[in-house]
């Protein structure tokens, strides 16, 4: 009888420390979060494409641009890759679970998923995420699209939001706080934002319900005073294009860094793969980024790593039009179209995505 009770404290001992490595683990692999987008549809699951056939957008300026209509869908796509998996749909479940188990492979905590309010295409099917999520043991977090006009309307969404999801056990939490992710946040003024962020403000969420960690974008040089007046409790860089604007170029990283510090805001440098978007916007050959077979993410990821943060975001798991996803993409050609690829291997993003986030949480 001795023995027996020897061997299950054993066991209990061992099973705790074991739980006690997965939750380390875990929370380790909540600061490196992912952008991921669940506006797409197909035809067997939503009645009709979403995303896949894309407008090809017209320049801001120039008409030469303007009215070339839009892609097909099926082979013909608006993105620059093609991906593995087919013109799939963001609300099928067995899409869901292959997606959650390929960005477990890669090595990532927490996915932000793209939010364009409760009556979306996008909110459809955010309590499946939040499931299966779940059994990967995976975080849910949101990114704000810029879908509402006041803050009066996004404070009436994010009711909505809390209301409906934050008490389910993948909803991501810092220190029992969301995270919000506020696309083009800029497009509100600051003094605007401080009625809803800072503490004093008219329609404060400080000590309510809707209180969070709101990290806004920081795009231009001078988003510093943005920053100063607005509340944000942090800033993201988001764009996976180095040098495209003052945030996503990287050897301004360090200063950036040291502004959150000195103002005690968080900082989240955001790092891609690569970025082409052509076949949406032909005019924006500019700002293409080659891959160079996984060398410009690793540069990006490097640069991330120098200026030790708190977090890492990723840009993206699937954002095909802008081609910055580590999703599996396929060789393809059609007519007279050749889709880029990955070379030998559809996973190499995921692999390597697994690679360097290993390597900056390695000792921490």
């Not at 197909?42 to 892609?71: A, F, M, R, V």
């Amino acid at each position: 009888m001795k023995h027996l009770k020897n061997f299950l404290l054993i066991l209990i001992c061992t099973f705790s420390f074991s739980k006690t490595l997965a939750q380390k683990e875990t929370a380790l692999r909540d600061k490196v979060q992912i952008f991921y987008y669940g506006w797409y549809g197909n035809l067997q699951t939503d009645g009709s494409l979403k995303h896949w056939n894309h407008e090809i957008i017209p320049h801001w300026n120039n008409p030469k641009w303007n009215n070339l209509g839009h892609y097909k869908g099926g082979d013909d796509i608006g993105a620059n890759f093609y991906p593995a998996l087919g013109n799939y749909s963001s609300n099928d479940k067995r899409i869901i679970e292959k997606h959650m188990q390929m960005m477990k492979d890669s090595g990532v905590g927490v996915v932000v998923i793209s939010w364009l309010g409760k009556d979306s295409f996008t909110d459809k099917s955010v309590m499946q995420y939040l499931d299966i999520a779940q059994r990967f043991n995976l975080k849910i977090a949101f990114h704000i699209e810029p879908f509402y006009k006041t803050v009066t309307e996004l404070r009436d969404q994010l009711s909505y939001l809390v209301t409906t999801y934050s008490q389910h056990p993948a909803f991501y939490k810092k220190d029992g706080k969301p995270v919000y992710y506020v696309y083009d946040s800029y497009k509100i003024a600051p003094e605007e934002w401080s009625k809803l962020l800072s503490e004093n403000g008219e329609k404060t969420v400080r000590n309510t319900k809707l209180d969070a960690l709101y990290i806004g974008l920081w795009v231009e040089k001078n988003d510093s005073a943005f920053f100063d007046k607005s509340g944000f409790d942090g800033f993201y860089t988001y764009f996976a294009s180095e040098g495209f604007v003052f945030g996503s170029t990287t050897s301004n990283w360090k200063d950036m860094a040291q502004y959150a510090k000195d103002h005690h805001l968080i900082f989240i440098p955001c790092v891609g793969p690569g970025y082409s978007d052509t076949r949406i916007r032909p005019w924006n050959e500019a700002n293409f980024k080659s891959r160079d077979n996984g060398k410009y993410y690793e540069k990006m990821f490097d640069a991330a790593i120098k200026v030790n943060p708190e977090f890492i975001g990723i840009t993206s798991f699937n954002e095909w039009h802008e081609g910055t996803q580590i999703e599996p993409a396929i060789p393809k050609k059609i007519d007279n179209f050749i889709y880029e690829d990955y070379g030998k291997d559809p996973w190499m993003y995921i692999k390597e995505t697994k690679r360097l986030t290993d390597k900056f949480l390695k000792g921490r």
